[in-house]
């Protein structure tokens, strides 16, 4: 499923780009070289961010509350 129709990116291009360490909306598009265009999918990328099964991959120190 497309997470961005903009960036043509998909939820499981999102999904790395935050197993790989970003932390917040702006940084999964820098990863994945896209930028935030009509802004409709920031609510959905957060909601990655913000995911269990997602967030137990993170441990960087950066990342946590």
Known sequence: MYACICNGLK????C???AEGAC????AYAMLDCRLMCG???CDVEA?????LVASHIRQ?????
């Open 61 to 65: 120190p950066a990342c946590q509350a």
């Open 40 to 42: 409709k999918c920031a």
């Open 48 to 52: 990655r961010l913000l995911t269990p």
């Open 24 to 27: 917040s909306v702006e940084q």
């Open 16 to 18: 790395e780009a935050i």
């Open 11 to 14: 939820d499981t291009d999102v």
